[in-house]
């Protein structure tokens, strides 16, 4: 584990990383992928996440923190698009391509994001995803 430095000369809490000779970094990986299927066949993805966090988070810090990071990210960005659909909804008789604008902008930023996740959880990196709550 490395400690990383604030900036403000206090370290910030040790990341984990994967355990060598195990396939953490393949498992956290999954976490971050299965989260993509989100955006296709809403909520599984978080479901296949969830799975891995709650079975091979007890055994690798690392999982459990990439798991976690996965979770909390697709269940923001599920609220966002519920927002938006409901938005849809009441507001029909508003021009519609505002929500669907936005919409689309949250659906590529989800895939993008996801992507980069699993690549760096496949290389044994700690990612976190920007604006996301902190819900686990």
Known sequence: MSERNTGQGQPSIPRPGPRPGTDDARVASRAH???????????????????????RGRRSPYVREQAAQALNFWLTLSLVIIGLVGSLV???????????????????????MGLIGAVAARSGKSFRYPLTAGIL
Do not use: D, H, K, R
Not at 33 to 55: D, E, Q, R
Not at 95 to 111: A, D, E, K, N
């Open 90 to 112: 009441t507001m029909f008789i508003a021009p519609l391509i505002i929500p669907l604008f936005v919409f689309l902008v949250v659906w590529v930023y989800g895939l993008v």
């Open 33 to 55: 992928l299965f989260g993509l299927s989100n955006l296709v066949v809403w909520p599984l993805g978080m479901v296949g996440t969830l799975v891995i966090y709650l079975v």
